[in-house]
Structure formats: structure tokens, C-alpha cells
């Protein structure tokens, strides 16, 4: 099966290892992500006011892009790109004005049909392929590892474009259970993990992870899994700032869905991924055994 | 005036009457429709860190003391993860309305921070950076 995947800025850069391990999971799934031409900034956060057309046209201007190379479905792997490009492809559909008005505008490209689906890469293999698939190519297990799933916010909310259910969404759950983890449900899981305000105010997004953390380790959970790369970056990294400063503090490390996958399904994985880490995952990886 | 809305009764200062007008415009909600649950402050992740919550902003805003909120740090502590939005029981999209807080300020051609001036680039995630500009820059 071959899908067009459009990577966004950040698959590009800091989370190399996310696109890496999501294209080489796929392959093992046999699905062919074709990464899309011409693509640009989705707009990263969707903007919330009534007169934001000019924000919109660059998520669409990757829409219009793949409609002409005939895609019906296009695949995000980052959750923020998922959630703009789904946001103003909703917008467009439904409003017919605005339509129109973007149609007249961007009168450079051909108009948009509003043929295309933005469809997130986990909603993906759950519909198309099925974790149980994902189960029989699994070649090592876990044994027991507890894995906390950390859905974060732009998958979830609003309502509209939520990948399960908005409160209690069990699908990384689902994916866990099918590689071999014991995954553990903890309060913190749909929360957001402060999101860009990790410039701004990098104390609030510490305060969140902390939060987080404290919550997920109240659960047991040895590993944290995300598919957003602003969630990784912010736990990773919030992490260590929490461990110079609050005496007694244990990170957890946390991953990608698609790394755990591979490393399941290889029993190894390439050692550039986990150099983007600063909180090293291999000790809870240790306990990996082989399937019998 | 006297309004009764939604079994509450709110006397309306009229201080800022055009300034909330703006904010019904941009955001595209019924400021109107809030009756106070506090659904949205229970559910907000960085409720902690604003010295109003979200629906002390909206009670704000329905008396018409606009100028505390837009000079608050409450508006620039949301991100928009929705979670008040999709809680509240009288559909309003408070998101929506702290976007619109911020905007205004923005069209005053105000800069919360200068990005370059704060962070090595090169430290964070594209996805932060392009964020944090469109959020917090005019």
C-alpha cells in the first residue's frame, strides 16, 4: 500500500528519529509513506479567531498539492501538523464563503475539491493494517514493561478531530498491549504538556511535566510513549531541568510509538535515534526478551 | 443595566462596551452564554500559573472589565489544548476568546517577547519556534 505523508518542519529537524523509525515501521507493515512534493509550513498552531483567512492558506496550499498528485487520504506523523491540517481542511469543507474566497484568492493553484483526508498516522495502521498485524510481527517482548501513553492535546481535542475517544482514548493503549507492554492508565495523560510555552515560559512547561511525571510514576510506568514530537521534546528535556533542581526527582524516559514498534519488531535499533534522548531509555529497554 | 442570564443576575458596568464587542467579533462566541460552572478552570492544566482563571476572565468580560484581562498574564498562559472548550457545558469556546484577548493586544502592534532576544534558535523545535512567533509577536 502506498500513502502520501506530509513530514512538516520538525521530522525534518529535531525529531529526525520520529520520521526515521515511522517510514521504516511502515515499510515492516508494508506500507510505502511517500513523503509529498512541495510541501510547506502547516501553520504549526491553528488560529482561533473568525478572521484568520490568511492563516489558513498555507495548510491548504499542502491540500490543493495533494489532491493534484491524486491522493485521497494524506498521512501526518506529528500531531500538531495532524491537528492544523485537519482543522483547516474542516474549515474549508464547510463553509462555503470561505471556499470560495480562498479558491479566488490562490488563483496560482488549481481550486481545491476537498477531496483530500488527513488521516494521523496511529489512526492509520489501527484502520488499514490492525495492531493485531503489529502483534504478528513482533519478534521480542517486552516482558511486562509498563508503559504510560501520553496522548497530549492536539490529538484529542477539539472533539471534531480526536483520533479516539476525547476523554478516554485507548488506542496507544491498544498498540501497547499488541507489541507486548502492560500499558498503565494515569490521570495526566490527556493533559497538555504546555505546548510552544516552552520558550516563553519554560517554568510553566516544568511545572507541567513534573505534573506529568508524577503521575505517570504514581502508576508505575517505566517508559513514556508519545507520537508529538513538541510533547517529547518538552518532557525529554523538562526532565533534566527538574532533575538539577528538585532533590530526589526520577525521570522517565520517554519514546515514539513508531521507535518502540521497530525496536519490538528488530530486537535493535539504529543508535542515532535515541542521540536526539536526554533521558536515556535504554535501561528500561533492558529487560527485552525474545519471543517464544 | 440588568440582565438575566442563564438564572444569574449580572449588572453590566458598560465600561469597555466596544472592546468586548471586538472580542464577541474575533472569537465568534457568546460571551453571554457563561453561567459560571468553573468547568473550564477545573479543567485547564495551567489554571496554576494564571492569576485569573479561565472563567474569572469570562465573568470579567460579561461585566465589561475588559482592561485587567487583556493586561493579564492568565491570556498569554493558554495554549489552546482545548480542554475548557470541550468541557463546557454551554458550548463556548474559551480558546476561542483568550485567542481573541490576544489578538487584540497583537493589532496594538504589542510583542509579548522577542524570540531571538530569549533562545538559541537552533535549541528548540521548529514547531516551538514558528508557534511561539505567530502566538506572541505582532
Not at chain 1, 509513506?33 to 504549526?44: A, Q, S, V, Y
Not at chain 1, 519478534?139 to 514493561?145: A, T, V
Not at chain 2, 477545573?42 to 472589565?65: H, K, R, W
Request: with cysteine; net charge neutral; aromatic share 10%.
Amino acid at each position: 500500500m502506498k500513502l502520501l505523508y506530509y513530514p512538516g518542519c520538525t521530522l525534518k529537524t529535531k525529531a529526525k528519529a520520529l520520521e526515521e523509525s515511522a517510514i521504516e515501521f511502515a515499510r515492516e507493515l508494508g506500507i510505502e509513506l511517500i513523503e509529498m512534493k512541495e510541501w510547506n509550513c502547516c501553520g504549526t498552531s491553528f488560529n482561533l479567531t473568525t478572521d484568520n483567512f490568511m492563516h489558513q492558506l498555507g495548510p491548504l496550499r499542502n491540500l490543493i498539492r495533494a489532491e493534484k498528485l491524486g491522493a485521497g487520504i494524506l498521512t501526518t506523523i506529528c500531531s500538531i501538523c495532524y491537528s492544523t491540517l485537519w482543522r483547516a481542511n474542516d474549515k474549508y469543507k464547510a463553509d462555503p464563503s470561505f471556499t470560495h474566497r480562498v479558491n479566488f484568492f490562490m488563483d496560482e493553484e488549481p481550486d481545491y475539491k476537498g477531496t483530500v483526508e488527513v488521516v494521523h498516522f496511529l489512526r492509520l495502521i489501527k484502520d488499514k493494517v490492525g495492531f493485531d498485524r503489529v502483534n504478528e510481527l513482533v519478534r521480542f517482548r517486552l516482558d511486562g514493561l509498563k508503559v504510560a501513553c501520553f496522548y497530549g492535546c492536539q490529538l484529542l481535542r477539539p472533539r471534531e478531530l480526536a483520533i479516539d475517544d476525547i476523554e478516554h482514548p485507548t488506542i496507544l493503549e491498544d498498540f501497547v498491549a499488541s507489541i507486548g507492554g502492560v500499558p498503565v492508565d494515569f490521570a495526566e495523560k490527556i493533559e497538555c504538556c504546555g505546548n510552544y510555552e516552552t520558550i516563553a515560559e519554560p517554568q510553566v512547561v516544568a511545572n507541567r511535566v513534573y505534573s506529568i511525571i508524577s503521575s505517570a510514576r504514581k502508576s508505575g510506568a517505566e517508559l513514556i510513549l508519545t507520537s508529538c514530537p513538541l510533547c517529547h521534546f518538552n518532557i525529554d528535556k523538562s526532565q533534566v531541568l527538574l532533575r538539577e533542581t528538585i532533590a530526589g526527582f526520577k525521570p522517565i524516559p520517554i519514546m515514539y510509538f513508531t521507535e518502540l514498534a521497530l525496536y519490538c519488531i528488530k530486537g535493535e535499533y539504529a543508535e542515532s535515534s535515541f542521540a536526539q534522548n536526554l533521558i536515556d531509555p535504554h535501561p528500561s529497554l533492558s529487560r527485552m526478551r525474545t519471543k517464544e | 443595566m440588568l440582565l438575566n442570564g442563564g438564572g444569574m443576575i449580572f449588572y453590566l458596568k458598560e465600561r469597555d462596551r466596544e472592546k468586548r464587542e471586538k472580542i464577541k467579533e474575533i472569537s465568534g462566541e457568546r460571551i453571554d452564554r457563561c453561567y459560571q460552572c468553573g468547568c473550564c478552570s477545573a479543567g485547564c492544566p495551567t489554571a496554576s500559573e494564571m492569576e485569573f482563571l479561565p472563567n474569572t476572565v469570562m465573568m470579567y468580560l460579561q461585566e465589561g472589565d475588559i482592561e485587567p484581562v487583556l493586561n493579564s498574564r492568565a491570556i498569554w498562559i493558554c495554549v489552546g489544548c482545548y480542554e475548557c472548550a470541550s468541557r463546557c457545558p454551554q458550548g463556548i469556546d474559551i480558546a476561542r476568546i483568550m485567542e481573541a484577548l490576544r489578538t487584540i493586544k497583537l493589532r496594538q502592534n504589542y510583542d509579548r517577547l522577542r524570540i531571538e532576544e530569549k533562545v538559541k534558535l537552533e535549541d528548540y523545535p521548529t514547531i516551538a519556534l514558528v508557534a511561539t512567533m505567530r502566538k506572541f509577536t505582532a
